[in-house]
């Protein structure tokens, strides 16, 4: 048996809403995709290209993306997030985006809200922390589906619900 074995540290899973303890350290980051609804992707899709086919005829020029590039949601940044409680106990949970490096320096007391994840097999996730050190609130930031997805398209494809929607109440009368 390994000596490494013998002192690896093991690392806990926290049930509760709240931890509290010493800041750790971060771990190696790495991405993960957010997901886009087929249903929601297809009809914001077709809305929009109905949107820039009205803009063509009024000489507007919008911006353009496949349904391939929209299909495949935004990354965002996960990083492992350790801290350790006053039983020298390390729990360790992710964070989705990111915070400022000066948030957090190692040692300080901090203490993190978070949320089970869909997938049990995956750490809880961060969605605050309070830094007892500096008493500083802080809330990481990750891009989400509409800003994926852009004002530009929302704004086609409101236009092209807009056209939908009068002709339909044309045809109706």
Do not use: C
Request: glycine content about 6%.
């Amino acid at each position: 048996m390994d000596d490494v074995e013998l002192y690896r540290e093991q690392i806990l899973r926290h049930v509760s809403p709240h931890i509290t303890g010493r800041f750790a350290g971060y771990q190696t980051s790495y991405t993960r995709e957010v997901k886009v609804g087929q249903p929601l992707l297809i009809l914001v899709y077709l809305t929009a290209s109905l949107g820039r086919m009205v803009g063509a005829l009024l000489r507007m020029r919008g911006p353009s993306r496949s349904f391939k590039d929209l299909k495949k949601g935004p990354e965002y940044l996960v990083t492992p997030v350790r801290l350790r409680d006053d039983l020298g106990q390390v729990y360790e949970v992710e964070m989705h985006g990111q915070l400022p490096q000066s948030a957090m320096h190692r040692g300080d007391l901090v203490q993190f809200t978070t949320q089970p994840q869909k997938d049990p097999k995956l750490p809880v996730k961060l969605m605050q922390v309070v830094n007892l050190t500096t008493m500083q609130p802080l809330t990481p930031r990750i891009p989400t589906r509409w800003s994926h997805l852009g004002p530009a398209l929302l704004l086609q494809a409101f236009l092209g619900a807009l056209v939908v929607a009068v002709t339909l109440v044309v045809m109706v009368h």
